[in-house]
């Protein structure tokens, strides 16, 4: 069973910095992409940042170059820093990853895709 667990939410003041982490645990045999996404409060979920296996990073044409996502495979970790946070910022972040876990022979793999429960972002004015 593979798990993903955000942490570094919190409140911030305009201005502010924080460095979100996500963590995956358990049974993994290889991660292939890791996610940020944002829902602000009404919303539909919208894609952060999103980092490769090899490394390649993508962001959507609409996020600020405030938001950088790293990955440490070592760790099966990626992190979201975000500098000059505003109110327009605050949401729940969510992260998301696929890969695939061992099967039940030799050289068989199973996929999988995990959401965590999300991290609060809140920035005051």
């Known amino acids: 069973q593979v798990r993903v667990v955000e942490t570094g939410g919190g409140v911030v003041q305009t201005g502010g910095s924080l460095i979100l982490s996500c963590e995956v645990s358990?049974?993994?045999?290889?991660?292939?992409?890791m996610a940020w996404y944002r829902q602000p409060l009404g919303l539909q979920r919208e894609l952060v940042a999103r980092v490769t296996e090899d490394g390649m990073k993508c962001y959507p044409r609409d996020v600020p170059e405030r938001f950088t996502i790293r990955r440490d495979s070592t760790k099966n970790a990626a992190y979201l820093q975000m500098t000059n946070l505003g109110p327009g910022d605050s949401s729940v972040y969510v992260c998301y990853v696929d890969g695939y876990t061992p099967g039940l022979g030799p050289g068989f793999r199973i996929g999988f895709d995990e959401w965590g429960q999300g991290t609060q972002v809140t920035v005051s004015s």
């Open positions: 358990g049974n993994v045999h290889e991660i292939t992409t």
